[in-house]
């Protein structure tokens, strides 16, 4: 029975292999390096405010997460964007190309905009032209021509009712039925605008637009003068989306640019050099460690610890890890968690081989008493994994973030492969030649 559920579990692992293997080698899945190892651009931005007026964490996390939509479009890989400090936004463009262009893009202020478009619903994304910039084309409009299409020059320009100042706060609500919906409430002056447009146009669109581009197009039917709703089928999180976007259309905090640094791309690739060198060396010499020190059983750690690098591997490309020379540290130290995992595994079996027992019943008891002393050592680990998470998410370290990942992810992946992999390698083949081993205790490093 036992035999039949070693084997059931050797294919599983075969089949995890194999995936891994084809995520590797699939160049849909590329490899992110971060800006230490690629080179790019380094902004910092501080709130543009007076020193003795107060800045809210509120405040500073949406125009960070404005900023983060924005550079986002320029279609970098892995942007960073995170608030650094109580004033302070710090921003990481891998890889970029064109930093005035990434400059000028920060600093703008997004604009959202109520456009009247009469009887024509637009869909979401569709990209617009309004009154607000008539004679030059739109952000939106850039990004369709650099991204290679053609932008079409005789777009009707649409008139814009009231901008997003007009605004004053937006939520979410539902009903009875529990169908969600998009509360607004309107300023003064925006009120009176809005009112007299609603009530001349009934059964028309007015259209929600976010820099130039469509993000929903309801239809009036009712006059709005202080508070309206939208409704549509949202889910919770399309309407929490669009909420979000109504309220925080344009930076809530002006931010001016307090420093910038290009990294250049010449210390990345050193780094790279470096990091794969030392890696492919301490991955030798553990391998030959393990090797000479257990003999055969050193052999299957071998090939699980080969299997848990492949297996890490594809987990960062397939999950899109940037790596960043902390992260690949991380991931270095993960390994040599996985060898001490193998460790504390066959000495405990080397125990049991010295004190007499059958080499079957030595492998089932070596991996029961050592898998206490395996996840209490894990399960710390991760719990300091997510303490230097939650420091790096807080306060813009984005070393010790990736650091964190990494390490995490190495943790489990040890786990799985110095248990299972280790265990269904060493039930199968010395396990099966049990009667022969227990007269050559040498080959098992006894």
Known sequence: ??????????????????????????PGFPVRLGLDLQGGLQVLMEADVPPEEEV??????????????????????????????TRRILIELPGIEDPQEALSLIQ??????????????????????????????????????????????EAPTFNTVLTGAGLAQAGVDSDRLGQYHVTFALTDEGGQIFGRHTAANQGKHLTIVLDKEV????????????RGTITGNFTLEEAQRLATQLRFGSLPVPLRIEGTRQVGATLGEQSIDASIRAGVIGVIVVLLFMLIYYRLPGVLADIALIVYVLLSFA????????????????????????VDANVLVFERIKEELRKGAHLEDAIQTGFSR????????????????????????????????????????????SMFTAVLVTRTLVRLILGRSASALQERKWLLGV
Do not use: H, Y
Request: hydrophobic content about 50%; glycine content about 8%.
């Open 56 to 85: 809210t964490s509120d405040a500073m996390n949406t125009a960070r997460q404005i900023i983060d939509r924005r550079v986002n479009a320029i279609g970098v890989t892995e942007p960073l964007v995170q608030v650094e400090g």
């Open 370 to 413: 050592a898998w206490n002393s395996i996840r209490d050592s894990n399960v710390a680990t991760l719990v300091i994994c997510a303490i230097l998470w939650t420091f790096g998410r807080n306060f813009g370290a984005s070393a010790v973030e990736g650091f964190a990942v990494t390490l995490a992810i190495g943790v489990f992946i």
């Open 1 to 26: 029975m036992r035999q039949n559920r070693d084997i059931l579990w050797a294919v599983v692992i075969v089949v995890i292999v194999a995936a891994a293997v084809w995520v590797v080698t699939n």
């Open 108 to 153: 703008e202020t997004a604009l959202l905009e109520f456009v009247d478009t009469g009887d024509i619903a637009l869909p979401e994304g569709t990209c617009i032209r309004t009154d607000l910039n008539e004679g030059k084309p739109s952000r939106c409009e850039q990004d369709a021509t650099n991204g290679g299409a053609t932008p079409t020059t």
């Open 215 to 226: 993000i929903s197009s309801p239809v009036i039917s009712a006059t709005i003068s202080d």
């Open 315 to 338: 987990v960062f490309k397939g999950l899109g890890v940037t790596l960043t020379l902390p992260a690949i540290t991380g991931f270095l130290l993960s390994t040599g968690m996985a």
